[in-house]
């Protein structure tokens, strides 16, 4: 069955560009969308954005002026960056199939921002 | 942004118990376009429904899903051991999408 599993380098420093990839496996990244979301104690859930595998996307506004989302369908991958991050940034990142309606989701992985 | 407001934020029950759970938006949610997801601890959280009372794949017909509007309720009819968790509604039908602050069910 498809999974979805996040990776990324771990703790960014404040200021600093946070870089998160999906990696897609058991189905083709083409004909969705992907979506990526984060959850913190002190914003709840809260969706980033999703990219269609052939590479429109569509940002919270919240985030918009930070937020780069792009695909790789050669890799089965899809990837964020946020950038000019802060503690509150600190978050579990999720990845998930679907642009709104999230279907399928990654685990997840803590993303902490700490000079 | 629609804003979501869940109630109760815990609800402490017995297995076996019936479990009533609600969504209010700030904003009619366009053609019922609500979702319930489950999320246990350490996991990421789990498709239910989808609008409004459409059960995902796998879902047991213990759970059922209802509302429109501005108000949604999802109940569990009988509460097993692996139900307790934590449910969250999202709407989808604006954007941005967005999710409630969520319900804990604990085992009382």
């Known amino acids: 069955q498809v999974q979805l599993q996040e990776s990324g380098p771990g703790p960014v420093k404040p200021s600093e560009t946070l870089s998160l990839t999906c990696t897609v496996s058991?189905?083709?990244?083409?004909?969705?969308?992907w979506s990526w979301i984060r959850q913190s104690p002190g914003k709840g859930l809260e969706w980033i954005g999703y990219i269609y595998y052939s590479g429109s996307t569509n940002y919270n506004p919240s985030l918009k002026s930070r937020v780069t989302i792009s695909v790789d369908t050669s890799k089965n991958q899809f990837s964020l960056k946020l950038s000019s991050v802060t503690a509150a940034d600190t978050a579990v990142y999720y990845c998930?199939?679907?642009?709104?309606?999230?279907?399928?989701w990654g685990q997840g992985t803590l993303v902490t921002v700490s000079s | 942004e629609i804003v979501l407001t869940q109630s109760p934020g815990t609800l402490s029950l017995s297995p076996g118990e019936r479990a009533t759970l609600s969504c209010r938006a700030s904003?009619?949610?366009?053609?019922?376009?609500l979702a319930w997801y489950q999320q246990k601890p350490g996991q990421a959280p789990r498709l239910l429904f989808y609008?409004?009372?459409s059960r995902a794949t796998g879902i047991p017909d213990r759970f059922s899903g209802s509302g429109s509007g501005t108000d949604f309720t999802l109940t569990i009819s009988r509460l097993e051991p692996e139900d307790f968790a934590v449910y969250y509604c999202?709407?989808?039908?604006?954007?941005?999408?967005?999710f409630g602050g969520g319900t804990k069910v604990e085992i009382k």
């Open positions: 999202q709407q989808y039908g604006s954007s941005p999408p967005t």
């Open positions: 058991g189905g083709s990244i083409s004909s969705y969308y």
């Open positions: 998930a199939r679907g642009s709104w309606l999230l279907t399928l």
């Open positions: 904003q009619s949610v366009s053609s019922s376009y």
């Open positions: 609008g409004a009372s």
